[in-house]
């Protein structure tokens, strides 16, 4: 009986997609990196159901935590504690960076987490101007009296709520517009395989001296509030910082008196061989976005707050809040996945995974000239895909984001000939496996990518 599969293909709304053909898989069971359909196929989810699953489906330790949690308390609104929730966010003040001294605000999608990390920002700002003092230091005490303003970078995608997307220089923004929230500038991205602008070996100084001139431009300290930076690029093309990158906008925001907020939600819970992507950067942000991975099976993120932005908060109204912060169940499984990953050691075999992964596909590039680039860090790797290797021409330009390409012929391909479920994007194949995954596996999901790529580097060349 799959007669779930057809309502839920007729009256479910798919994200990101026309619903005509909406054609859901029915699944039975899911377990490791494996998703059982009940028609008996055995599929791997080499993106990790959308990052989220960084533990594989179905971990035995996080489902007896939400087991038994469940027998307990699952949810009590903030004027009560539960012992998970407690845990939790005193777990997080102590594993990121900086101070313990940490507030953590609780959500349930990334996006929250973001709107929150945004007007938390904001806020913080509006209270260190209208401390005792405060108004002095504007020097345009006529103007609007706070800096209100985000530097976000054009390759970046922070969510589809109103102010996640106005703070994403993603297409996907587009489709917010014009109702996007006031404020928000970009800046361009830090990619080494394509610098937006000056010379490949000063792109790094040039694009820190561009966000320079960008807050200097925008008002500086009086109207800019914070910087947002995915610490690595997710969506638009899994991009590593190069390196001095981070350390350098730290230092921009040291000087402005900006806030430095940092989007774990896909690159956080262990995926680079970090808990956090930052801690590669020795890099202490103000506030530090976690999702997707962090509530391990349930919808359960966090803005989590640094000593000095939370002090703000002591005697001023956080002016912020959702049903269902700080949810028990989610929390417990949350504090199930950290002990996972950082007691139990699974933080440990990332990098030598991603390392073996790494040479794999970077053995396999060297045979296909359809690959214009390998890049990555742990297990959040990609290769991205160009028209022709030696001009790096890409597949598509970002205005043609919803025309299709080869791309998706390749993660159709390798769905239905291969059992490897790799939705498609726009710059190249996603390899981001759960973080359990084996060797074999990898070798045997690579394999099936080699054979793609034959497809790709055929049709390419025919089209010539
Ligand atoms: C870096 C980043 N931030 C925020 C989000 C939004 O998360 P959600 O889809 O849970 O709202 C995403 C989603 O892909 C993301 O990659």
Same mark, same amino acid.
Request: hydrophobic letters at 40%; aromatic letters at 10%.
């Given at each position: ?61 996080? &489902? ?29 003040? $102590? ?24 007007? !938390?920002?904001?806020? @913080? ?18 103007? @609007?009296? #706070?800096? @209100? ?34 404020? =928000? ?24 001296? #561009? ?7 925008? !008002? ?23 390196? !001095? ?51 391990? #099976? ?15 908060? $002591? ?23 950290? $002990? =996972? ?65 080869? &791309? ?12 490897? #479920? ?18 074999? $596996? ?23």
């Amino acid at each position: 009986m799959t007669e779930f599969a057809q309502w839920q293909g007729q009256h479910m709304m798919q994200c990101w997609s026309p619903q005509a053909g909406y054609d859901p898989i029915p699944v039975s069971r899911t377990e490791g990196c494996w998703i059982h359909t009940t028609d008996g196929k055995k599929i791997f989810d080499l993106r990790s159901a959308h990052e989220c699953i960084n533990l594989g489906f179905n971990h035995p330790k996080v &489902i007896a935590a939400l087991k038994s949690q469940m027998d307990q308390v699952i949810y009590v609104t903030d004027d009560f504690a539960a012992e998970p929730t407690g845990k939790l966010a005193r777990r997080l003040a $102590e594993l990121t960076p900086g101070s313990p001294n940490k507030r953590v605000y609780f959500a349930q999608s990334g996006a929250a987490a973001v709107e929150a990390a945004i007007k !938390g920002a904001r806020l @913080y700002q509006y209270n260190q101007m209208f401390q005792e003092g405060g108004l002095q230091k504007a020097d345009a005490p006529g103007q @609007y009296p #706070y800096p @209100y303003k985000i530097i976000s970078r054009y390759k970046s995608w922070h969510g589809s709520t109103s102010g996640a997307s106005s703070v994403s220089g993603d297409p996907r923004r587009w489709f917010q517009e014009p109702l996007t929230v006031p404020g =928000v500038v970009f800046a361009p991205e830090a990619n080494a395989f394509r610098p937006p602008f000056g010379s490949p070996e000063n792109f790094v100084d040039e694009n820190l001296g #561009y966000i320079e001139y960008m807050i200097e431009n925008e !008002g500086g300290s009086n109207k800019v509030a914070a910087v947002i930076v995915e610490p690595v690029v997710g969506s638009n093309g899994i991009i590593p910082p190069p390196p !001095g990158y981070l350390k350098g906008v730290r230092e921009i925001c040291d000087r402005w008196g900006l806030l430095m907020i940092v989007d774990e939600t896909m690159s956080g819970m262990g995926r680079t061989g970090k808990l956090l992507a930052i801690e590669h950067d020795g890099v202490e942000p103000d506030i530090i976005i976690l999702g997707k991975a962090l509530g391990a #099976y349930c919808p359960l993120t966090a803005a989590i707050f640094s000593e000095k932005v939370s002090a703000s908060f $002591e005697n001023n109204i956080f002016g912020h809040g959702q049903s269902y912060s700080g949810h028990a169940l989610g929390c417990a499984g949350a504090l199930a996945a950290l $002990e =996972v990953l950082v007691d139990d050691g699974l933080l440990q075999e990332v990098a030598s995974k991603g390392a073996y992964l790494e040479s794999k596909l970077r053995s396999i590039a060297a045979n296909h000239p359809c690959v214009g680039d390998v890049r990555g860090v742990g297990l959040f790797y990609t290769m991205e895909l160009v028209a022709d290797h030696d001009s790096k021409t890409p597949l598509r330009k970002t205005t043609e984001k919803y025309t299709r390409t080869i &791309i998706k012929d390749i993660s159709d391909f390798l769905f239905r000939e291969k059992n490897v #479920y790799v939705p498609s994007d726009k710059f190249g194949i996603w390899v981001v496996p759960p973080l359990i995954v084996t060797e074999s $596996e990898m070798d045997w999901f690579c394999e099936a990518i080699d054979e793609a790529l034959d497809l790709v580097d055929k049709t390419l060349s025919a089209g010539k």
